[in-house]
């Protein structure tokens, strides 16, 4: 159970990290002043990397919750 609740906090993390970098990036590249680079990335590879982030922290998610659910059928038994 300790690496399940350790791969359901690393999963949100992920996405959320992840849902703050397409959000600064699409501020980023529709502010008045034009595209600039955040942390020496352009909007559009700071809104791709955060869309990876998103769906790794989803995979690592669904992966935890299926471990979740199998050691809960492991203590019914």
Same mark, same amino acid.
């Given at each position: 159970?300790?690496?399940?609740?350790?791969?359901?906090?690393?999963?949100?993390?992920? /996405?959320?990290?992840? =849902? =703050?970098?397409?959000?600064?990036? =699409?501020? !980023?590249? /529709?502010? #008045?002043?034009?595209? !600039?680079?955040?942390?020496?990335?352009?909007?559009?590879?700071?809104?791709?990397?955060?869309?990876?982030?998103?769906?790794?922290?989803?995979?690592?998610?669904?992966?935890?919750?299926?471990?979740?659910?199998? =050691?809960?059928?492991?203590?019914? #038994?």
């Amino acid at each position: 159970m300790f690496f399940t609740k350790v791969g359901l906090g690393v999963a949100r993390l992920a /996405f959320w990290l992840g =849902a =703050a970098n397409v959000v600064i990036g =699409a501020i !980023s590249a /529709f502010t #008045d002043g034009g595209p !600039s680079t955040v942390a020496g990335m352009s909007p559009g590879r700071l809104m791709n990397s955060g869309l990876y982030g998103m769906l790794i922290g989803v995979g690592l998610g669904i992966l935890a919750e299926i471990s979740q659910s199998i =050691a809960a059928k492991v203590q019914q #038994d």
